[in-house]
């Protein structure tokens, strides 16, 4: 199977992204002939982090009221402290998310970029993984939180899940999986 002429989303708040969370995800998508899609809040140009470091910043290409999940095959959500709580406080992005759940598109997620997902209310009964901080967030949830690299629940919508960058091969991969299939 092939992902050419598929499309990605990549849903941003406008700064705090982790950058390798950002780049490798797309750069992957890009090598499966899909075409990744920066979607952010704002127009213009959201600026990524290397932890705490500020990093390269790069150009919006769709914001959160202008997208929807109809015209993409699949969400990846990265991570980052300030990009995962930003992100859950902008409605647009929470729709935009539960548009792919209602859907059943796949949505990959890494490290902080799930608390939009906790925020639109499509985690009960997933199993899910991320950075260990927000366990007890995604337990309130109803999610079923492990410890694991990377972690494909096949319930109503297909979610991946990964904990931080050291993961991001075995995220990745899957990934593309996914939006072969989709």
């Keep these: 199977m092939t992902a050419a002429g598929t499309t990605v989303a990549f849903l941003v708040s406008q700064e705090g992204i982790e ?7 797309w750069r992957a998508v890009q090598q499966a002939g899909a075409t990744p ?3 952010a809040p704002q127009p213009g140009e959201v600026q990524a ?5 500020k990093a390269q910043s790069y150009p919006v290409d769709e914001t959160v009221q202008d997208a929807s999940a109809d015209n993409y095959a699949a969400l990846v959500l990265p991570g980052g402290v300030a990009n995962g709580d930003q992100l859950r406080t902008v409605p647009g992005a929470v729709e935009f998310v ?3 759940a209602e859907a059943g598109k796949p949505v990959a997620v890494i490290c902080h970029g799930g608390w939009v997902l906790i925020e639109a209310g499509v985690l009960t009964g997933r199993r899910l993984t991320s950075w260990p901080s927000l366990r007890t967030d995604y337990r309130n949830a109803g999610a079923d939180w492990v410890d694991e690299e990377v972690v494909v629940d096949h319930g109503g919508y297909p979610l991946i899940s990964s904990r931080k960058p050291d993961d991001l091969p075995a995220f990745t991969r899957e990934l593309v999986a996914a939006i072969e299939k989709a």
């Design 49 to 53: 982090f290397q932890h705490l470091d």
């Design 37 to 39: 899609k920066l979607i």
């Design 98 to 100: 539960k548009g792919f």
């Design 19 to 25: 950058q390798a969370e950002l780049t490798e995800p």
